[in-house]
């Protein structure tokens, strides 16, 4: 399966190992859907900057480049991306785009392209560049829509899966199809009902997606409701103003609900814990992007 490039980046990464630098351990939360236009892009920026807000140091990356997508959602032009870097067209420092203190947007890919990499030194540049971001704490990942190979790759690559799905029959159908595709993966998956009218609609609808993924995949799967977000005008809005509804609207229940997402992550997180740098941020997302290829 593994080809020869592949085994060689492999290779690559494991020589970056032995930097003895230890760095913190960093949380690769994949946010990902059956059906597109279900959020994940408007949850993904929100619960960065949410977390971020509690201090936690929070990269977002940005792995389903087209239009309306965290640039939008963050208000910003993004100009060069990581396959620029690994090109060696630009550095990592140049493609970073700060949002708040703590929040770093990364610009992405979605995946097919990253590992045609043939040149290694640019490769192994990149992997050292790369060590600015192993202070992250946590890094959310924004992935496309559907279930490619490329975005397979990324949910491999995660600590926390989760899907974002809506109340409609379609979404729910999808997903239901994509969680099906990822108990082949691994068997803890989260899920976030978006645009709900209340919590009991969105339990309604877990428990539903839930008794037929346990009647039909079985095994050991793990499906667990990470949380729920209202439907609220003003999160549309706020999208339209090219600004983010927790930020807009403190108060606004869709902001609770993406608090206590971003509690429950945050809870997971292993502090304290040190890696060493390939591990941890950037270089440690691609470290694990080459282990599962
Ligand atoms: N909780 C919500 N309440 C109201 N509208 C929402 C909510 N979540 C998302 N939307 C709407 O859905 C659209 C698609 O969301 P987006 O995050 O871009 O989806 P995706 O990234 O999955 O394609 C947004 O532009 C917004 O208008
Ligand atoms: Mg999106």
Redesign the pocket.
């Known amino acids: 399966m593994m080809d020869h490039q592949a085994k060689k980046l492999e290779e690559l990464v494991a020589s970056n190992e032995k930097t003895p630098k230890k760095s913190k351990k960093t949380r690769f939360v994949a946010i990902t ?1 059956g059906k ?8 993904s920026s929100n619960l960065a900057y949410t977390l971020a807000q509690k201090g936690l140091n929070v990269g977002i990356f940005d792995a ?1 480049i087209g239009l ?2 965290l640039d939008v959602m963050f208000n910003v032009k993004i100009k060069k991306n990581i396959l620029h870097v690994l090109k060696g067209e630009a550095t990592v420092k140049d493609i970073l785009i700060p949002i708040t203190r703590n929040l770093i947007l990364i610009p992405g890919e979605s995946g097919d392209e990253i590992l045609k990499y043939s040149d290694m030194a640019l490769f192994e540049r990149f992997m050292q560049e790369a060590q600015v971001l192993d202070k992250l704490d946590i890094m959310i990942i ?1 992935t496309g ?1 559907g279930i490619g190979e490329h975005i397979q790759m990324f949910l491999n690559a995660a600590d926390d899966v989760v899907v ?1 799905t809506v109340p409609d029959p379609a979404a729910i159908t999808d997903a239901y199809a994509t969680i099906k595709t990822i108990a082949t993966l691994r068997d803890d998956i989260g899920m976030i009902m ?2 709900v009218k209340n919590e009991r609609e969105a339990v309604a609808v877990f428990e539903k997606i839930k008794k037929v993924a346990d009647a039909n995949i079985g095994g050991g799967l793990d499906l667990k409701l990470l949380g729920k ?5 003003k ?2 809005n706020s ?1 339209k103003q090219r600004a983010l509804f927790s930020a807009l609207y403190p108060s606004s229940i ?1 902001t609770k609900d993406i608090e206590q997402i971003a509690a429950k992550i945050a809870a997971k997180l292993e502090r304290n814990v040190l890696v060493t740098s390939n591990e941890s941020g950037l270089s440690g997302l691609f470290r694990r992007l080459m282990e599962h290829f």
């Open positions: 859907s597109g236009g279900v959020g994940k892009s408007t949850i389903d309306a997508n924004d829509a974002v978006n645009q977000i209202n439907s609220d005008v999160v549309a999208i869709a």
